[in-house]
Structures are given as structure tokens and as C-alpha cells.
């Protein structure tokens, strides 16, 4: 039998080293080639349509740097390896911070030196968790790398189109940002361009590094048992210390606001800390049973109309909170509406994106006032059998119980919550292959087509009074193209963007759309109750903003929450007390449809409806009493504390305490 020589085997085994290390050139030389000539598709040489020749310089020589470093064979010698390792190692800290807070455009030098020291801590941490898991200083380099490039890619297109902000609850809502990635214009900025440059060109020569094993066998154990205690550590500071919670205040409102004071990896950490909802101070079982004694119920005057309530996404109208002037009203019918008809302002927790959440409190009639920050209830505490405006009119005799999106059904993971909040049947974009499309959406013409055919099959089978929750699609982001399918009618009489006017054009199709479903309803005989409100204003251009800003029209007291305000209207077809200029918030839009519809209430809705006297408006981001005043939400020397406690019982009751649930207080009762 034929036995290879060693000299043989060596020359296998070397052209097989080789081939591997050709073919992983070959890949990195394509990955090189794809970010250079993304700089150039991109044109990311121009700042605001300025040519600045600088950038073409530092990007071209970086891809040259990066270049010869694929092309050089040779590794680090071995003498110089270990110092070279540690060393890259070492830099890599200080390096992704400055980075990432660089492409995230925060200054540095305005951070306190505590807050520079936590972030490069916490930087360290994640390397040393990536070294326990692999022994390796290349891996552990890379590693921290592609984190921070994630990360900030993440921080600047969370940004750019919803408006605020990421925080680790987001992660729970990954797949809904994932069922509309396909909205969006994704060009890059050039800081965040640079930063991705540059990582991968360092990461090309840290690949130069041999493999440099600190710890072997069982001495593994000592990295694994560092990480573990430096995991324990700073979770216990960063996360869970309440000392280092009160130095630290993330602004839900304005999260990047946070960011830009304190950094990313610490603004993004401690906002771990917001995930779970903590227990009030002061709670207790007893508090909320006293409470509900209060707290009976309401019994209905048994008119029972249908009710079909919509929730328009991002429907704004920025003529009632400003001076921006159009060419003609983008909301004529409802503007004009005032028969049988109470219509206002309704304030919300959200801007530019968080759909759910305003769903969340609409239905519900908890605050998202009270939810641990940034949170989304839908998506993170709904997996039980929940009360809501669902399951008190089906206490009363409603029948319909449907909910309808014309979109995907896993979004904010609707197609499990809604079963759970009393709904049985969904309609999801499957539903409607034949409707009619703006844009790439249903529109909501289309949208509300399907909202009188499911009426009228429903009304076939069941002379149960009704009642649909909708929440459209037409008018989502991005507003960055125009469409053949959308008109062009509606622009602003000052130039704030094509964005702006593709919007308004999509609010007027809204209307439109509204005004045709008002008619339908006109014509039937049964009392019937529509409702349509948005769930937060659209992320448009800065600049426009900023001009809402300078002509906001509302009154000082309302200046914080300028971004978080949408309109509402409420239409009967039968008499019901004319009502405008009301202004609430999106908690209370359950209860004033069952106060206006006579409607049995549950005892927290009673109580929410009562409260709603005395604080009008609440929001993550404070609230507004009847004395005009903004206070924060747990501002003690308020008013309105006290009522704000057994709100803030009531729904950590509800929500948290599955174990003391008081569950009578949360349904109508029978003799109602």
C-alpha cells in the first residue's frame, strides 16, 4: 500500500492553508470592494448637496489601508504577538466608544468623566464576555466591533424614521420593525459610513494576529469566572442600583436626549432596567380593594349603538396646532363636521412610531404613564386574558367583536393579543386582496369598504349591536417617494419638503375615505357610533418640525407635548351632544365612547372616567390638570397625587399582580 511521505502530506497540508487563505481573501477583498463603492452609490461625498473632496480622500485611502492588508501574507511575528494583542485589545475599548458616540453625533467633552468611565467599563465587560466565551483577543476584538457598528447603525435608522431613539425594550418588538424594513429608504450617513469603514479595515489587520490562547484547560475558568463577576457587577450598577437611577433619568419623550447626556452603551444599559414593572411605592392588595369599594360600576341606559372605532395610523392635523398654511384644507369633511359629533385633540405616549401603544391605552384604558419605560405592552405583558373595551361590551350583549389590519397580523404580535383581549375574529392583509392601494398600502378607502362588508355580513346572522376595532395602514412611513397612485393636489404654501406634501396628500385620502363610511352609516337606521383618532404624528423632516415648533398654537402648557398630540373625531348617527375642542388623552378614549354611548362601565373604567375630570391629559411624559398645569407623573406636591396613586395601583394591579388580581373591578357585572 502506498504511504504519503511526510513531505508530501506537508505540501498538502500547505496548499490546502493556502487555498482557505485565498478563499477568505477573496471574500474580504469583495466585502472591501461592496463598502467603497457603497460610498459612491450612496453619494455620501456631499453634505446637504455641498461636494466636500475631503471625504473622497479619507475614504479612498482607507480602502487602500484596507487593501494592502488583505494583500499582505504575513502574520504578526510571534514575539510581538502577545504585546500586540493586549495592546489591540486595550484600544478597542476607548476606540468603539469615541466611535459610536461619533457617529451618533454626541460630544464627548460634554460628558462627565463618571458617565465616560461607565460606558468604557461596560464596553469592557462585553469583551470580556466574548473572551470567556471563545479565549480568543481576535475574536473578542471583532466582536466588540461588529456589536458597536450594529449598534449604531441601529441608533441611526431607529432614528431617522421613527424619531426616537432605540432602548433595550425595542428588542421585543424586533419582528414588527422587521414586517415593515421594507418601507424604508435605508442611505447611510457618512459618520456612520466612516465608522463602518474604518472597523473593518482594523478588523483586517487584528486578523493578522495569530491565535493567542491566554488561558488553556482548566485556567479557562479564570476568564469565565471574571466575566461572570464583572456581568454581576455592573448589572447590579448600571441596571439595578436605584442610587444610580436617580442620577440618571432617561426622557422617554426624547430618549436620544438621554443618549446625548450620558452616551450610548450606558443610556442603552440602563435602560434594561424599564423592561420588568416594578411594584409602586405604597402598593399593596388592601390599597386597591379600598380603592374599587369606591369604585362600583356604572350601569348603562341600554341604547347599546354599534360601535366601530378606528385608529388611524399616523394621522396628524398640524392646521390645529400651528400656522402652517396649505394651498386647501387636507381635512375638509371632518373639519366641517359638527352634527352629532365631539371631536378634538388626543395626546399620546409616542412619536413616529410605537403603533401599539396608543392601541394599548385606547383599549384598555391603562396610562402608558404607569408601564415601565419605553416599554410595549402588547408585545411584552400581554399573555393572559386581558380586560378591555372588548371584553365590557361583550359583557353588556355586543356581538362583531372583530379587530381588522390590513397589514401583517404578527405585527406588535396582534394576531395573539387580540384573542386575549376579547376579540374573535382578526382581519389581517389577507383579508384584503382586492382592496384599493395607495402607495404600496391598503388604502383606507379600501380599508373602510371592508369595514361595511364585514358590517353587513355580520348584520345577516346577528342582531347584536356591533362593534370593530380598525387599525389602518395608509398613511405609515416612509414619505420619502412620490407615487403614480397618489395625488398631488395638497402642498404647503411655504417649501417644508416633498415629504410633507406627500403626507398631507395621504391625510386628505384619509378624510376622503372617512367621509364615504360617515355617509354609509348616514343611511342606517341602527344607532351606530363611529370614532377615528391617530396614534401618533408622522416622522417628517426636521426642519418642518421645527417650524411646527416656532407656530405652535396650542399654549405653553401644552409646548411638551407638541410632537405628541393627534386628532380625534367621534360621529353619531343619531343625536348625541355636539362637543369641540376636547382635549384628552388616548387612556380615556374608551370611557368617553362608553359615557357618550350610555354604555355600562366596569369599576375602572368608572374610575378612569372620573379621573379624567381632574387630569384631562396623561402621558408618558407627565400630565396636564384641570388647574392647566403640566406636572410630572409622580410630582408629590400635585394636586392631583393622590388620584394619580390609585390610577397608578389600579393598573399594576391589573397588569402585574396576576396573583392579587382583584377581578371584579376589572368587569361589568351582571346586574349592570
Not at 387636507?330 to 352634527?339: N, R, V
Not at 417617494?481 to 393636489?489: I, V, Y
Request: glycine content about 6%.
Amino acid at each position: 500500500m502506498y504511504k504519503m511521505s511526510n513531505g508530501n502530506l506537508n505540501i498538502k497540508n500547505k496548499f490546502q492553508r493556502d487555498k482557505k487563505q485565498l478563499i477568505a481573501d477573496v471574500i474580504l477583498c469583495i466585502i472591501m470592494c461592496i463598502i467603497y463603492i457603497a460610498f459612491w452609490k450612496q453619494n455620501l461625498m456631499y453634505l446637504r448637496h455641498r461636494f466636500i473632496p475631503s471625504r473622497i480622500v479619507i475614504i479612498t485611502f482607507l480602502f487602500i489601508v484596507g487593501s494592502i492588508g488583505i494583500l499582505i501574507k504575513d502574520k504578526i511575528p510571534q514575539k510581538y504577538n502577545t504585546i500586540a494583542s493586549f495592546l489591540f485589545v486595550i484600544l478597542s475599548v476607548p476606540y468603539n466608544f469615541v466611535m459610536l458616540e461619533y457617529t451618533s453625533h454626541h460630544r464627548i467633552l460634554d460628558f462627565s468623566i463618571n458617565k465616560i468611565m461607565a460606558n468604557l467599563i461596560i464596553i469592557s465587560i462585553i469583551v470580556l464576555i466574548i473572551f470567556a466565551i471563545t479565549n480568543s483577543f481576535k475574536a473578542s476584538i471583532i466582536g466588540i466591533n461588529i456589536i458597536s457598528v450594529v449598534f449604531g447603525l441601529v441608533y441611526y435608522y431607529v432614528i431617522k424614521f421613527r424619531g426616537t431613539a432605540v432602548l433595550a425594550v425595542d428588542i421585543f418588538s424586533a419582528t414588527t420593525a422587521a414586517n415593515v424594513a421594507g418601507n424604508y429608504n435605508y442611505r447611510m450617513s457618512y459618520r456612520c459610513y466612516l465608522f463602518v469603514i474604518l472597523t473593518y479595515v482594523l478588523s483586517i489587520y487584528v486578523l493578522k494576529l495569530d491565535r493567542h490562547n491566554l488561558f488553556n484547560g482548566k485556567k479557562r475558568l479564570i476568564s469565565v469566572g471574571i466575566a461572570i463577576l464583572a456581568v454581576v457587577c455592573g448589572f447590579s450598577l448600571f441596571i439595578q442600583s436605584s442610587r444610580f437611577d436617580n442620577s440618571l433619568k432617561i426622557k422617554m419623550f426624547k430618549p436620544q436626549e438621554s443618549y446625548r447626556k450620558y452616551g450610548d452603551y450606558l443610556t442603552f444599559t440602563h435602560s434594561i432596567r424599564y423592561i420588568k414593572g416594578h411594584k409602586p411605592e405604597g402598593y399593596s392588595e388592601d390599597k386597591v380593594e379600598q380603592i374599587s369599594a369606591q369604585y362600583p360600576g356604572i350601569k348603562g341606559n341600554g341604547k347599546k349603538p354599534n360601535i366601530i372605532m378606528i385608529m388611524n395610523e399616523a394621522l396628524a392635523d398640524f392646521s390645529s396646532i400651528s400656522d402652517i398654511e396649505t394651498n386647501e384644507d387636507y381635512m375638509p369633511f371632518i373639519h366641517g363636521l359638527t352634527e352629532n359629533t365631539v371631536k378634538g385633540d388626543l395626546f399620546v405616549s409616542i412619536f413616529g412610531g410605537g403603533t401599539s401603544k396608543t392601541e394599548y391605552e385606547a383599549l384598555t384604558s391603562n396610562s402608558m404613564a404607569f408601564m415601565p419605560k419605553g416599554s410595549t405592552p402588547y408585545v411584552t405583558y400581554i399573555n393572559r386574558k386581558t380586560s378591555s373595551l372588548a371584553t365590557t361590551l361583550r359583557a353588556q350583549g355586543y356581538g362583531g367583536m372583530v379587530a381588522m389590519h390590513p397589514y401583517k397580523g404578527s405585527g406588535y404580535k396582534r394576531n395573539k393579543v387580540y384573542p386575549l383581549l376579547g376579540f374573535d375574529k382578526f382581519y389581517d392583509l389577507p383579508e384584503f386582496n382586492n382592496a384599493k392601494v395607495i402607495r404600496n398600502h391598503v388604502s383606507d378607502e379600501g380599508n373602510f369598504d371592508k369595514i361595511i362588508e364585514v358590517y353587513e355580513q355580520n348584520r345577516k346572522k346577528d342582531k347584536k349591536p356591533f362593534f370593530l376595532f380598525d387599525v389602518t395602514m395608509q398613511n405609515h412611513s416612509s414619505y420619502d417617494r412620490k407615487w403614480d397612485n397618489l395625488s398631488d393636489d395638497i402642498s404647503t404654501i411655504k417649501d417644508y419638503g416633498d415629504d410633507v406634501n406627500i403626507y398631507l396628500n395621504l391625510v386628505k385620502e384619509s378624510d376622503e375615505a372617512f367621509k364615504k363610511l360617515v355617509e354609509y352609516f348616514s343611511n342606517i337606521d341602527e344607532p351606530t357610533m363611529i370614532i377615528m383618532f391617530g396614534d401618533h404624528q408622522p416622522k417628517l423632516n426636521n426642519h418642518f418640525y421645527e417650524n411646527v415648533e416656532k407656530g405652535f398654537s396650542l399654549g405653553d402648557e401644552y409646548k411638551m407635548f407638541e410632537k405628541y398630540n393627534t386628532p380625534f373625531v367621534i360621529w353619531a348617527n343619531y343625536d348625541i351632544e355636539e362637543q369641540t375642542d376636547v382635549k384628552i388623552s388616548a387612556n380615556y378614549m374608551g370611557t368617553m365612547v362608553d359615557e357618550l354611548a350610555g354604555n355600562s362601565m366596569s369599576g375602572y373604567q368608572q374610575m378612569v372616567n372620573e379621573i379624567r375630570k381632574d387630569i384631562p391629559i396623561i402621558t408618558a411624559g407627565g400630565y396636564i390638570g384641570a388647574d392647566g398645569k403640566y406636572y410630572h407623573t409622580f410630582d408629590k406636591s400635585s394636586p392631583y397625587y393622590d388620584k394619580i396613586m390609585d390610577y397608578c395601583y389600579s393598573e399594576y394591579n391589573n397588569v402585574f399582580d396576576k396573583k392579587h388580581l382583584v377581578d371584579e373591578f376589572f368587569k361589568i357585572n351582571d346586574n349592570k
